[in-house]
């Protein structure tokens, strides 16, 4: 059995993982009217052949009228938009891969002209617009409505009805997103939630309606059904933003979350060798793991040379290994435990194969100008 620790096994509930790569999930817009396409089914089996332990699927609406980012992003509810979903799963186990849905609902964020229900304003934690939050200024911006009882009720139920049907559709697992500026994190993050009831305020404020979700999630999918659940300190419109200053404040946001059924945090950092806080090495996901004792994932730059941002038109990232080797000695000294890798899987089906084999040099670099055109190159 090779020693590389990023190809060791790990078993998370009934989920059994043959290596430590994971996909992260990335939106594609290969989903017109909220059905994937065709195409999208090999694509994602086709990492699953490449090697990757664990695939997280790109965001995906639940099952509520204004979660939407835009029309083209896959919809996590309906016969036609399921059964493609079903087809996902198959055609990854079919090549020995497991996958998890990335549940999504994007509150504020929401590309209110270009998606659903478009004459219905968006919902968030406070009534805002996104300029109030650092978006640059636009006439497009409106504020979304604040969320009353029913409406936190309603989101609540449209992710656990996600999560009974990702089990039911037979994912190994499933993904919460409450990370980079959307519904969930416009409650954590104190600029985007200026409510004065129980859920804003205090930090245990503003984590209660995540945690709420997560418990009715649990309580849809039993003991023993993996649930991953992403957070980050950085939104995408201010890439310095922070939901905690500090480990204390780091540890009264997760530590909820991990008591309602979260099994795996998922650290979404832009890069993921800077340490998170002063006086310490370790970066995001490792405080999360010291602070709850659960499991994490790292994410962010994984073996790419160039840390650009993720916006189109971004410059080519040259692939790199030299930050493999940090990363294994963070998975070596347990800091973290799943190593998630994004832009270099989208340029390399086969990045896990590669690696592992030592293969470094047929790696490809990431081109988001290229790929934006499709879904490959493979
Ligand atoms: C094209 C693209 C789409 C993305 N879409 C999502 C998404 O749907 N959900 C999410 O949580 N993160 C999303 N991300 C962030 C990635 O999951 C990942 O955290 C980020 O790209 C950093 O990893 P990397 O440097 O290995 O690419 C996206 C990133 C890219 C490049």
Excluded: C
Excluded at 41 to 46: E, G, H, L, M, N
Aim: aromatic share 8%; net charge negative.
């Amino acid at each position: 059995m090779s020693s590389d620790p990023l190809f060791q096994p790990l078993s998370i509930g009934t989920m059994r993982l043959s290596n430590r790569v994971v996909m992260a999930p990335m939106t594609r817009f290969h989903a017109p009217g909220g059905v994937l396409k065709e195409e999208v089914v090999p694509y994602y089996s086709r990492r699953a052949a490449g090697g990757v332990g664990l695939i997280i699927t790109e965001g995906t609406v639940v099952d509520h009228p204004v979660a939407h980012y835009s029309q083209t992003v896959p919809h996590f509810y309906g016969d036609t938009a399921l059964a493609r979903w079903r087809e996902v799963v198959d055609a990854v186990h079919a090549e020995g891969g497991q996958i998890i849905p990335q549940l999504w609902h994007t509150g504020l964020s929401r590309l209110r002209d270009k998606a659903h229900n478009p004459d219905e304003p968006s919902i968030s934690a406070s009534a805002i617009t996104e300029e109030a939050v650092g978006a640059p200024p636009s006439e497009k911006h409106r504020p979304a409505r604040e969320m009353e009882a029913r409406d936190i009720d309603d989101v609540i139920a449209a992710f656990a009805k996600g999560a009974a049907d990702a089990k039911a559709l037979g994912f190994d697992g499933l993904a919460i997103h409450g990370a980079h500026g959307y519904l969930l994190d416009q409650f954590f993050w104190h600029q985007s939630n200026r409510r004065q009831d129980a859920y804003g305020g205090t930090l245990e404020n503003r984590v209660r309606f995540a945690v709420e979700l997560v418990s009715v999630v649990r309580a849809a999918v039993g003991p023993d059904f993996p649930i991953f659940f992403r957070f980050s300190q950085w939104k995408s419109h201010d890439y310095k933003a922070q939901i905690a200053a500090t480990p204390d404040e780091l540890a009264r946001i997760l530590q909820p979350l991990a008591d309602a059924g979260v099994d795996v945090f998922d650290a979404s950092t832009r890069r993921f060798w800077q340490p998170a806080f002063e006086d310490s090495d370790l970066n995001l996901a490792g405080w999360a793991k010291k602070l709850t004792g659960k499991l994490v994932m790292t994410v962010g730059s994984v073996s790419l040379e160039d840390p650009a941002n993720f916006t189109p038109g971004a410059p080519v990232s040259a692939v790199t290994i030299a930050n493999l080797a940090p990363l294994r000695q963070m998975l070596e000294a347990g800091e973290v435990d799943l190593a998630g890798v994004g832009r270099a899987i989208i340029a390399n089906a086969d990045w896990a194969h590669l690696v592992r084999e030592g293969r470094y040099d047929a790696l490809r670099a990431y081109d988001p100008t290229a790929v934006a055109a499709s879904l490959e190159p493979a």
